[in-house]
């Protein structure tokens, strides 16, 4: 299986400040990449799908990058309400993995 | 309007069957491209992977999981249904289903999910 791992695993920031969330495939998985968003008690909510393409209905400042094995979500000014745990998944095989995911808390 | 539900037990005894039931409406599992998915997550950890089927009743499953799984659907019934055999304490876990969409450029992306269902292995 192709193994996904994050980093970091949880970060602590400020309202207004610049998140970068990195994602890395054990092998290359082309843009077949996508970002989850997910809140206490809550399901995952789509965020990015291939790599770099926004789902319908997220904020702008959410975007996401690169292709092969290595990736990243970033976010351009966090909001209250993005304080959350993000996962990176790939689907490049169709034995779907996720990473470990990344805490975002309030700094 | 798609949405999504869980149901099944709240509760199972180790070594039992988990039956899970996904009942989905706003699209069709048999438009091609469409597909549904289950995901569990225990408490406090990350998501997991565990099966999918596509519109052409394809069945995907987690490696480390795939002896114990079986995933079916009623087209008719608009539901998708999870068994997962042998039960045991580490099982416990929020599990989810989840509608995939699929296409040759973007892979397979969870694009609506259901709100979960706590299941608890204990004797």
């Known amino acids: 299986d192709i193994q996904m791992t994050q980093s970091p695993s949880s970060l602590s920031a400020s309202v207004g400040d610049r998140v970068t969330i990195t994602c890395r495939a054990s092998?290359?998985?082309?843009?077949?990449l996508n970002w989850y968003q997910q809140k206490p008690g809550k399901a995952p909510k789509l965020l990015i799908y291939?790599?770099?393409s926004l789902q319908s209905g997220v904020p702008s400042r959410f975007s996401g990058s690169g292709s092969g094995t290595d990736f990243t979500l970033t976010i351009s000014s966090l909001q209250p309400e993005d304080f959350a745990t993000y996962y990176c998944?790939?689907?490049?095989?169709?034995?779907?993995?996720f990473g470990p995911g990344t805490k975002v808390d309030i700094k | 309007q798609v949405t999504l539900r869980e149901s099944g037990p709240a509760l199972v005894k180790p070594t039992q069957t988990l039956t899970l039931t996904c009942t989905f409406s706003?699209?069709?599992?048999?438009?091609?491209?469409?597909?549904v998915s289950w995901i569990r997550q225990p408490p406090g950890k990350a998501l997991e992977w565990l099966a999918l089927?596509?519109?052409?009743?394809?069945?995907y499953y987690s490696t480390s999981l795939k002896t114990r799984l079986t995933i079916s659907k009623d087209t008719s019934k608009n539901q998708v249904v999870l068994t997962m055999t042998n039960m045991d304490p580490v099982d416990t876990a929020t599990y989810y289903c989840?509608?995939?969409?699929?296409?040759?450029?973007?892979?397979?992306?969870?694009?609506?999910w259901g709100q979960g269902t706590l299941v608890t292995v204990s004797s």
């Open positions: 291939a790599a770099s």
């Open positions: 706003g699209f069709s599992l048999s438009t091609s491209g469409m597909c």
């Open positions: 089927i596509d519109w052409d009743d394809d069945k």
């Open positions: 989840a509608r995939i969409l699929k296409s040759a450029v973007a892979g397979y992306y969870f694009d609506y």
């Open positions: 998944q790939q689907s490049y095989s169709t034995a779907l993995t």
């Open positions: 092998q290359s998985i082309s843009s077949y």
